[in-house]
């Protein structure tokens, strides 16, 4: 059976029922452009890989962006029936468009810091966290 495709509409996260804000408001949650990071380098990741880089979050506050990211349709969770479950996330259709943000984003970033690194220097060789 084909997956339905879903169409979001962001104005929902708006309380002005502005698309543009309700984008904003969606990327702008706390740790949320540090999780899509951390995907869009390390591509699917693990809840436990997604853990390991952000020491600092608690697994509430993480499953909260998590699952928020996922009913804003911009990452899929895929969970493997094993025990313990394996939960992995990676981008959607809708998610991958916003890697061209988020490096835009980053170089930004490194402009107005006056640093040449990534903003953040995570898994990308190093897969097996």
Partial sequence: ????????DVRKYSEMRCPM??????????????????????GEMRFGEIKKQLPLIS?????ERLRMLEGAGILERK??????????Y???KRGLELEALLDQ????????????KKSVEVCVAEKNI
């Fill in 1 to 8: 059976m084909a997956k339905k495709s879903i169409s979001i």
């Fill in 21 to 42: 804000d309700g984008l904003l408001n969606i990327l702008s949650g706390p740790w949320t452009t540090y999780i899509l990071w951390l995907i869009r380098n390390c």
């Fill in 59 to 63: 697994a509430k506050v993480l499953t």
């Fill in 79 to 88: 969970m493997e029936p094993s025990i313990p479950p394996k939960v992995s």
């Fill in 90 to 92: 990676s981008f959607t």
């Fill in 105 to 116: 984003v980053n170089t930004l970033a490194q402009q107005w810091s006056g640093t040449k």
